[in-house]
């Protein structure tokens, strides 16, 4: 009997990632169909409380406690089909896990370094990042999808295993899912993309409805951040067809390659000041 129906990829809703509800797969153990089980694992493993992940799935908190309980003895079964050579696709398809997941299963112990290497990544040691195309173990197809390497040198650089990220604009998921393989926690929520340039003239653009880079700063500067570091991470062209690229000229649209990895640092003497002027103003 196969022993798991379709499984769907983690979609997201206030603030979080889950599995949709009425998809089930069934515990290789015991055969007791349960609501969103490897999704369930993906929530735990991603640094989700279990109260949240309750609510997400419809079920009391204690039924979430039970499951996860029984959940080393899947791992188990994945860990022992890695250990005898199966690739991570391979038990990902038998198991009815998502890749991502299986890698943070098969990654475990590793450093940073290691699970480029794993990867197969090569390690950019200056600031410009390009690629080719995405990784697409990573990720759902989304317009505007970053490829999962940039995230994974994000998080080498900038960050440290079990560190929380945040991705506000989470789009297809490629962040949650590189989070898993390089042993992060992460909490994902959709936002509006950057500005709409497929189907307008470059003339006829307006910035309403647009998200600039200037208008991250300017918010962020406000609340007392201070950018460090600006990495150029163009977009590859090859994500555009000929067909597309014929049709965009024609109607005089300037396509979008450029793209940017902006990281900032909290200035907390900024804040401290900021916090004093906003109580005197209300005392």
């Known amino acids: 009997m196969d022993r798991s129906c379709h499984?769907?990829?983690?979609?997201?809703?206030?603030?979080?990632?889950?599995?949709?509800?009425?998809?089930?797969?069934?515990d290789p153990i015991e055969m007791e169909p349960v609501p969103g089980r490897p999704g369930m694992y993906r929530m735990h493993r991603l640094g989700i409380p279990?109260?949240?992940?309750?609510?997400?799935?419809?079920?009391l908190q204690r039924t979430i406690?039970?499951?996860?309980?029984?959940?080393?003895?899947?791992?188990?079964?994945?860990?022992?089909?890695?250990s005898r050579g199966f690739t991570v696709t391979h038990v990902a398809e038998k198991h009815g896990w998502t890749e991502p997941l299986v890698w943070s299963l098969a990654l475990e112990e590793n450093n940073d370094l290691q699970r480029f290497e794993a990867l197969n990544w090569g390690l950019r040691t200056w600031d410009l990042w390009d690629w080719n195309d995405c990784d697409r173990r990573f990720g759902d197809e989304w317009?505007?999808?970053?490829?999962?390497?940039?995230?994974?040198?994000?998080?080498?650089?900038?960050?440290?295993?079990?560190?929380?990220?945040?991705d506000p604009m989470a789009g297809?998921?490629?962040?949650?899912?590189?989070?898993?393989?390089?042993?992060?926690?992460?909490?994902?929520?959709?936002?509006?993309?950057?500005?709409?340039?497929q189907h307008r003239p470059a003339a006829e653009e307006t910035d309403e409805g647009s998200i600039l880079i200037d208008d991250y700063l300017e918010i962020l500067q406000r609340t007392g951040w201070r950018c460090t570091h600006i990495i150029q991470a163009p977009l590859s062209t090859q994500r555009f067809s000929a067909g597309?690229?014929?049709?965009?000229?024609?109607?005089?649209?300037?396509?979008?390659?450029?793209?940017?990895v902006i990281i900032l640092k909290r200035q907390w003497r900024m804040m401290s000041m900021m916090l004093q002027r906003e109580l005197s103003r209300r005392v």
């Not at 317009?143 to 945040?166: C, E, T």
Request: glycine share 8%; proline share 4%; aromatic share 12%.
């Open 7 to 26: 499984i769907p990829r983690i979609t997201c809703s206030d603030g979080v990632f889950y599995a949709g509800t009425g998809i089930f797969t069934f």
């Open 172 to 197: 297809g998921g490629v962040t949650p899912d590189v989070c898993l393989a390089f042993n992060r926690r992460c909490w994902a929520f959709i936002n509006a993309d950057w500005r709409n340039f």
């Open 244 to 260: 597309m690229v014929s049709a965009m000229q024609k109607q005089r649209i300037l396509g979008v390659t450029s793209r940017y």
């Open 50 to 59: 279990q109260e949240r992940i309750a609510k997400r799935l419809g079920v």
């Open 65 to 82: 406690s039970n499951h996860l309980a029984k959940m080393p003895g899947q791992a188990y079964l994945l860990n022992t089909d890695l």
């Open 143 to 166: 317009p505007g999808r970053i490829p999962a390497q940039m995230v994974a040198h994000i998080l080498y650089y900038f960050s440290k295993q079990n560190d929380l990220i945040l």
